[in-house]
Structures are given as structure tokens and as C-alpha cells.
């Protein structure tokens, strides 16, 4: 397992390791199993793009960093990597990953190594249990993984079984998230904000609107976030239906964007959302401090207007989400979203 000050280098062992196997293997995406370390690296064209990881740091699997074409780096290092510079709020925001905060009255997204003992009871955990498959390809690159949310009481509750596509689009990098959780009992994703899929961004990609404060989560724990806006800070967002920048959190939307600048260049996150997924389209969780979420099964949290989701899978039965996270190294339009949106909505049926 991986300690601290292994994954503070993370980034550089990325690159180096990346462009040895690369040179060995040829171009195209390279998805190599390193699963000693706890890791599975992905490259494109020999240049790092994102690992899957599971150190015993963290309390799920995630992948970190996500990294652009031309090898900018788009989330935030801290707890995994830490950068100077940064925002040390939320130890529980690493690189992107997949779960929410109140399943049966379990919290699996708050949960982290800096959660008190007193508290661990009431969290959950998402364990990595074994790699299905991994593919390299010249076109694009397959993971599939398997794991599972455990409670606090030690109860596993679901199966995730998850497969991740990586490619190209142009000059942009996509990973496409497609994951079935099966209920091993009744599992009831309880109306909560914290969810499903995040992304912690780098500081250049926060709001420069950003005051900070006291953010609480659904235990009524508080969480202070600096009122020191991140200095070169520049992120803004933009849904579907034309909301942008603070006025996004808490709408919903098929897509959204994150468009920031670094180095005089233009940035862009998008999260695409599926009409096949659950609470379509998505309420998006996104923060001026570099929270980027989407969250399908939250509902009267963000519209105190509509009741309660609560949604539940029974016993045995299983529910699939699906989401597209594209990298760009340039603007985009909202045209050209909706374009993107559609094809992907045309996908994994």
C-alpha cells in the first residue's frame, strides 16, 4: 500500500514510468496494471492521462490526477499530492470519484483517513475488490473494476461494478464512467447534496467569486473553507440551460462546464449526464472553492419546492449510471456541447 510520501510523487512517477512503457508498448491508450501499488496508469500516446487508484489514504477508489492533452494538470493535489498554493479543505475530495453521503444513514462521502474515531461508526467506504479487465487499444483504452460499499457496521450494501472507457476527441481527453451498483439489501440513497460523481479541481479553475465559509454536510458536521480566494483563480461554470457561474449549484442540466485559464490558455471540464441515468437530468453540486459534482439522486436538498427522491434499489436489483468527462485545452461552445451531449446520449443504451 501506498504511504504519503510515495504518493506526494505521484505525479513525476506518472510521467516517467508512463513514458517507458509507452516507448516499449507503442502509441495509442496504454492501460497497465500495477496493481502491487494499488494503481492502474493510463497513458495516451505515451503521456500520462489519469490513474485508477486505491491507496489505504483514501476510503474509495479514485482517479487521480486528470491530467490534459498538452500534460496540464486539471484537479486539485491535496491530500494525494499536495501543491503549494492550495486549498487543504475537504481531505475527502481526491481527483474524481464515485459515491454519496447518506446510503441507509451512511456517509460514504465524507469519509476519510481524517475522520475522528467517534464518527467512523455512521461512514462508509467503498473497497476495491478485484480488476476485471484492462484493456489498450489504439483507439481507446478499457478498465473494468469491481468493489464494494461497506458501512460503518462492516455491512456491505452494494456491488459496484464499473467499467471506464478512455479515448480521444480531437485534442480533448475523455473518460466515460459507466457503473451498475446491485443491492445486496435494500439500499436507499437517502435525499442528500453530497453526491454521486465529483471532480476536485486545481485552484486556477476555482471561482474567483469565491468567499469561502462554513460548508455542513447531511451529519451536521461543518467544514470551514478559506475565505482567501486562490490567487490566478478563474474557473467558471455553464450548464445546459444557460446558468452560469454561482448561479449553476443546485440546477439541473444534460451537461456542465468548467472553462478556466492557466498560462494566458483556456481550460475546459465538462460532465455529461445520460437520459438512461436515474434522476435525469442531473442536479449539479458544483462550488466556486473546486467542488465539481454531479448528483442524479438528490433532489429536494437542491429544490425545497419538490419532495424528497429518497431513491431506492431493492434487494437484488441494480441501477446503472453513466457519465462523460471530457478535457479540453480550449474553449468550447454551447453548440458544441449539445452536439457532444447528444452523441453521447446515442451511447450505452
Given at each position: 500500500m501506498w504511504s504519503r510520501l510515495a504518493l506526494s510523487g505521484l505525479l513525476g512517477l506518472m510521467a516517467s514510468g508512463a513514458n517507458?512503457?509507452?516507448?516499449?508498448?507503442?502509441?495509442?491508450?496504454?492501460?497497465?496494471?500495477?496493481?502491487?501499488?494499488?494503481r492502474v496508469d493510463i497513458t495516451i500516446d505515451g503521456a500520462p492521462f489519469t490513474s485508477y487508484i486505491w491507496p489505504d489514504t483514501l476510503t474509495k477508489p479514485v482517479l487521480f490526477p486528470l491530467i490534459a492533452a498538452?500534460?496540464?494538470?486539471?484537479?486539485?493535489?491535496?491530500?494525494?499530492?499536495?501543491r503549494p498554493g492550495e486549498r487543504t479543505d475537504h481531505p475527502h475530495h481526491a481527483g474524481m470519484w464515485?459515491?454519496?453521503?447518506?446510503?441507509?444513514?451512511?456517509d460514504f462521502w465524507n469519509n476519510s483517513d481524517a475522520i475522528p474515531p467517534e464518527r467512523r461508526p455512521k461512514m462508509g467506504s467503498v473497497f476495491q475488490k478485484k480488476i476485471l479487465f484492462a484493456k489498450?487499444?489504439?483507439?481507446?483504452?478499457?478498465?473494468?473494476?469491481?468493489?464494494?460499499?461497506?458501512?460503518?457496521a462492516g455491512q456491505p450494501i452494494l456491488d459496484d461494478t464499473t467499467r471506464l472507457v478512455f479515448s480521444t476527441l480531437g485534442d480533448a481527453r475523455v473518460i466515460d464512467r459507466i457503473t451498475t451498483l446491485r443491492a445486496l439489501d435494500p439500499a436507499v440513497f437517502n435525499d442528500d447534496k453530497e453526491g454521486l460523481l465529483g471532480i476536485r479541481v486545481a485552484r486556477w479553475l476555482e471561482s474567483p467569486t469565491e468567499k469561502g465559509g462554513t460548508f455542513t454536510?447531511?451529519?451536521?458536521?461543518?467544514?470551514?473553507?478559506?475565505?482567501?480566494?486562490?490567487?490566478?483563480?478563474?474557473?467558471?461554470?455553464?450548464?445546459?440551460?444557460?446558468?452560469?457561474?454561482?448561479?449553476?449549484?443546485?440546477?439541473?442540466?444534460?451537461?456542465?462546464t468548467l472553462t478556466g485559464t492557466n498560462g494566458g490558455k483556456?481550460?475546459?471540464?465538462?460532465?455529461?449526464?445520460?437520459?438512461?441515468?436515474?434522476?435525469?437530468?442531473?442536479?449539479w453540486h458544483a462550488r466556486g472553492y473546486g467542488l465539481f459534482a454531479a448528483n442524479p439522486v438528490g433532489r429536494h436538498i437542491f429544490d425545497p419546492a419538490a419532495p424528497a427522491l429518497n431513491f431506492t434499489i431493492d434487494k437484488g436489483q441494480s441501477a446503472t449510471f453513466r457519465y462523460r468527462v471530457i478535457l479540453y485545452?480550449?474553449?468550447?461552445?454551447?453548440?458544441?456541447?449539445?452536439?457532444?451531449?447528444?452523441?453521447f446520449s446515442a451511447e450505452y443504451r
Open positions: 517507458v512503457r509507452a516507448a516499449q508498448t507503442g502509441k495509442g491508450v496504454q492501460v497497465t496494471m500495477e496493481e502491487a501499488q494499488h498538452d500534460g496540464t494538470v486539471l484537479t486539485r493535489g491535496y491530500p494525494l499530492a499536495p464515485f459515491n454519496y453521503g447518506n446510503v441507509n444513514g451512511f489498450s487499444g489504439a483507439e481507446q483504452g478499457e478498465l473494468g473494476v469491481e468493489s464494494e460499499w461497506v458501512t460503518g454536510d447531511a451529519s451536521g458536521k461543518a467544514t470551514q473553507v478559506s475565505t482567501t480566494g486562490s490567487a490566478g483563480a478563474s474557473g467558471v461554470y455553464l450548464t445546459s440551460e444557460g446558468k452560469s457561474g454561482d448561479a449553476a449549484w443546485g440546477t439541473r442540466g444534460q451537461w456542465c483556456t481550460y475546459v471540464i465538462a460532465i455529461l449526464d445520460h437520459p438512461e441515468n436515474p434522476g435525469y437530468p442531473t442536479y485545452t480550449h474553449s468550447v461552445t454551447a453548440e458544441e456541447m449539445n452536439r457532444e451531449a447528444d452523441r
